[in-house]
């Protein structure tokens, strides 16, 4: 008897095994399968005809939108032929072939196959979808010619989309048939050398046409003569134009967007030309020429554009810009970022002082600015100039005064420019933005921002040698709500010393703002707007379990990249941080996490702790945290995980453990 009493306890035990293992694999199964869940969300299901291809609807006469990828095909499943599809995708399926007529039953508006080798396409492949079909992309498909017999009575066509495939010649019949309907024409990354005489006649309502990554060396002046009153923008990026091509654009009425980035542009030249006046006036919302060989920008540059709203010049070696340089245009935002230049002449943005208000001359050599370069500028409101070798900013007060009540952002910062006097800034009164580098002191005292004005929002003092923020530092700047102190040395924050802009702050990071010898989080308690706070990157040791308390509005912690050995259990708690959503411990000397060290924080989403040292996470260490979607322990040395460390929902996915 006391053998079957031991053998039934046995099986009893061996049942109970069994049945907490089919526990926790369900338990597993819940949790992976709601981090695909979190991942993709899609009612698409597995396909009849194929479970690896998906479908938006499973009916016997209709597949919905069809999605087969990476599956092999050598020609498209004969079950869509007898069934309604709305939109179909087959992406690498090594389809060879479209079949003449195959889809004529299909009532297809959107067709994909990309990533095969189709290289030629039948004259009837596309027959029966005459009036439906409007999207139609064939990319990467090794196509070497433009199918004009398969396109030609597709009577709705608007989208057609032929990139990274091997076209060479655009012929002048190339897109007959399409042009009742055409808006965007995509043939970016082929091989096109030429565009023949009228390559896009026929497309009035073309709107969109991209030709960049090609091989394209001049534009025809007859490319586009027959009127094109539609098409608004033009991409040749990325090709081996030498000069712009203005002929052929001032056609284009309608022309908005130009993109000549990434050419072999030296100069803004005509090369061909009798020398009979010539009446060129480009109207653009947007320029872009960067990444070009333009070294000059001589007088009357822009003499052949009425207006260029927007005008990139970024990554050319421009090293003089002369004076009346932009003459004859209206630009509205100016961009010459990390280009050469060291020298511009006092006239060289004359022209554009009723209609300049962006300038952004970052990453350049330029060492000091005419005196009266922006005078009568009255409506330049951003200014950026960082990143440059300028010894002095505003050697006279006379340099600003006439933008004095229009600049809103100013951005000074940089390694190489001079220490900026914030107390000269004082007669900008409509400041929202200002960035500053070095200073003349390694201190913030209340006198630095005395006389400024209320609207100062945003404020970021960056590598500037800062070793002290005064009591009452920003008490004449109420109105901050952005403050960034990266960068720096401070080794001491007075008391008070945010005292009146504690109800506007709502976001302050000083990532590598700390002096080494700060090794605790300072008291920030006056902060109690804060959204989010980044002290990330110093040597903090530890950090007071009541640091945050009276920050209730505290969206985001970083405290990545220090030396904190543990996160104090009621650092984070219920009644003060109702609205938390991320906090980030990543690279920290973490070797283990208490209970209770987050629990009932109801918005919580995003927990990282990756690459500290946490050998064991301790019982109820995560509880009640139903939103919590991401938890990140990669790189740790976990040994012990108490049996209920994760008392959080089974909605929620946990991963990276």
């Known amino acids: 008897m006391m053998a079957n009493h031991l053998n039934s306890n046995n099986g009893l035990d061996n049942i109970m095994k069994l049945g907490y293992t089919l526990i926790f694999v369900t338990l597993g199964l819940m949790i992976w399968a709601s981090s695909v869940g979190a991942n993709k969300v899609t ?13 938006s609807a499973g009916l016997p006469d209709s597949f919905g939108s069809v999605v087969c990828s990476n599956i092999q095909f050598s020609a498209i499943p004969e ?28 009532g297809l508006y959107r067709l994909e196959i990309s990533n095969n080798p189709l290289i030629d396409i039948h004259d009837d492949a596309f027959s029966g979808l ?25 009577q709705k066509l608007r989208y057609l989309d032929l990139s990274g495939n091997k076209i060479a010649l655009i012929e002048r019949d190339s897109f007959r048939g399409l042009q009742n309907s055409l808006q965007t024409l995509i043939l970016t990354d082929n091989s096109i050398a030429e565009l023949s005489i009228e390559a896009f006649q026929g497309l009035p309502n073309l709107q969109t046409l991209d030709l960049s990554s090609n091989n394209l060396r001049e534009i025809s002046p007859d490319v586009f003569r027959e009127q094109m009153n539609s098409l608004i923008k033009v991409n ?19 022309l908005r967007f130009l993109d000549l980035s990434q050419n072999r542009i030296n100069d803004f030249k005509i090369s061909k030309h009798d020398g009979s006046p010539l009446n060129i006036k480009l109207t653009l919302e947007q320029l872009h020429l960067e990444h070009n060989l333009i070294h000059v920008i001589p007088t009357a540059s822009f003499q052949y554009f009425l207006v260029a709203n927007q005008t990139f010049l970024d990554f050319n070696p421009i090293h003089i810009l002369s004076d009346d340089a932009f003459q004859s245009a209206r630009i509205r935002e100016l961009y010459m970022r990390h280009c050469r230049l060291d020298f511009i002449e006092p006239s060289a943005f004359s022209g554009l002082e009723g209609s300049l208000q962006i300038l952004d001359m970052s990453g350049n050599n330029i060492t000091s600015l005419p005196d009266k370069l922006f005078n009568s500028f009255d409506v330049l409101q951003h200014l950026i100039i960082k990143e440059n070798k300028i010894l002095t900013i505003f050697p006279h007060a006379v340099t600003y005064t006439s933008f004095q009540f229009s600049l809103t952002k100013l951005d000074l910062t940089g390694d190489k420019n001079g220490p900026t006097n914030l107390s000269e800034l004082k007669p900008l009164k409509k400041l929202r933005s200002l960035s500053v580098g070095k200073l003349n002191s390694n201190q913030l005292i209340p006198e630095d921002f005395q006389e400024f004005g209320y609207e100062l929002e945003n404020l970021k003092i960056f590598h500037a040698g800062l070793r002290t923020i005064k009591a009452h530092a920003f008490m004449h700047v109420i109105g901050i709500k952005r403050l960034d102190l990266s960068e720096n040395n401070i080794d001491n ?25 700060m090794n605790n989080f300072p008291v ?44 104090p259990k009621g650092l984070f708690q219920r009644d003060f941080h109702q609205k938390l959503e991320e906090v980030s411990f990543d690279f920290n000397s973490i070797r283990h996490v208490s209970t209770h060290t987050f629990v009932d924080l109801e918005k919580l989403h995003t927990i990282r702790m990756r690459d500290n040292r946490i050998e064991r996470l301790e019982r109820r260490a995560f509880m009640n945290l139903n939103k919590l979607q991401h938890l990140n322990l990669k790189g740790n040395k976990l040994q012990s995980i108490s049996d209920e460390a994760f008392q959080v929902s089974f909605i929620s996915f946990i991963k990276n453990i």
């Open 43 to 55: 009612n698409d299901t597995p396909c009849s005809f194929n479970s690896l291809c998906t479908c």
């Open 79 to 106: 079950a869509l032929n007898t069934s309604k599809v709305y939109t179909l995708v087959m992406e690498n399926t090594g389809l060879a072939e479209i079949e003449p007529h195959f889809l004529q039953a299909t």
């Open 130 to 154: 005459e009036r439906s079909l409007w999207e139609l992309i064939l990319k990467n498909d090794g196509i070497v010619r433009i199918p004009t017999k398969a396109l030609r009575y597709l």
């Open 236 to 254: 040749l990026a990325d090709n081996l134009l030498t000069e712009i091509p203005y002929f052929p654009l001032s056609m284009l009425k309608a």
């Open 493 to 517: 924050i007075e008391r008070d010393a945010f005292q009146e802009i504690g109800h506007s702050l709502i976001s302050l990071r000083i990532s590598r703002g700390f002096s080494p010898l």
């Open 524 to 567: 920030l308690r006056e902060l109690t707007s804060l959204e989010e706070l980044d002290v990330s990157n110093n040597k903090l040791k530890s950090i007071s379990d009541t640091a945050l308390h009276t920050m209730k509005q505290l969206r985001e912690f970083n405290a990545n990249d220090n030396l904190l050995e543990q996160i």
